[in-house]
């Protein structure tokens, strides 16, 4: 049976990265595509260049203004650091999803036909590790007595399967909407067009994340898609992220007013 070190070496490093651990804020922030890189045993998964550079193999932005809502709202911030080619960590094991063979017009040949010994090997070297540490940081969080507000932060492309996406930041959630509603409200006439649940929502399998470690415990949670094209640049990003920051933040306290 494959083992974790054949998907990983020490060349390689850790699955999962923690920036401002010491952090005094509410929020934990959570990027799981935040990497397009591969572990130097996966090869190219049989791809091309261009695939592997793009939105397919990751979310363009979402790393970058993750570290900038790390910063202005001083919160942890967790992040993967391989591809979601390998193993998305936004899916359970049992989800197709988790390694696909075909992620819009690409087959990715590297994932066809994996056997039990495979899929197991990656989920213990990606996923067990990432969602490990989510675990504990709010663990270790909450027993201190500190609040816990799960932010997951991606991208997604303006073009899908030939199709224009009009909506430029979307404000997703399952069953808890009590961050997505205020985020909502706080939207209305602004820079953006905002819109709940857009372009994926709950019945595409994409909160995976919060479902696990935010609606258990009651945590105050909510996912943020952005499309990339507006966070491409530096100044995209930073328009973007402040635009974000003053959203959470004010429904962060109406919240807690409540």
Not at 60 to 67: I, K, M, T, W
Not at 123 to 128: G, H
Not at 192 to 218: C, M, W
């Amino acid at each position: 049976m494959l083992s974790r070190s054949d998907i990983l070496t020490s060349a390689d490093g850790e699955a999962v990265a923690v920036e401002n651990s010491a952090a005094s804020g509410a929020v934990v922030l959570v990027c799981e595509h935040a990497s397009r890189a591969l572990p130097v045993r996966a090869g190219d998964l049989g791809l091309p260049a261009e695939a592997l550079e793009s939105h397919i193999a990751w979310d363009p932005g979402a790393l970058a203004v993750s570290r900038l809502l790390s910063e202005k709202l001083d919160a942890v911030l967790i992040h993967q650091r391989f591809s979601r080619l390998l193993y998305d960590c936004n899916r359970p094991p049992e989800s197709p999803a988790a390694m696909p063979d075909r992620s819009e017009v690409y087959d990715i040949p590297g994932n066809r036909d994996l056997g039990v010994a495979e899929r197991y090997a990656r989920t213990a070297a990606l996923y067990v590790p990432f969602h490990d540490r989510i675990s504990a940081t709010l663990a270790a969080r909450q027993a201190a007595g500190r609040e816990n507000v799960v932010v997951t932060v991606h991208s997604f492309t303006p073009v899908y399967f030939g199709k224009p996406r009009a909506v430029e930041i979307g404000i997703l959630h399952d069953t808890d909407s009590r961050l997505a509603d205020r985020m909502l409200r706080a939207a209305e006439g602004g820079p953006f067009r905002v819109e709940r649940n857009a372009p994926y929502g709950p019945d595409d399998g994409v909160t995976h994340s919060l479902k696990l470690h935010a609606l258990p415990q009651g945590h105050l949670n909510v996912m943020i898609e952005v499309r990339n094209d507006l966070i491409k640049e530096s100044n995209g990003q930073g328009v973007v992220a402040d635009y974000l920051a003053v959203l959470i933040q004010r429904a962060i306290t109406d919240c807690l007013k409540q």
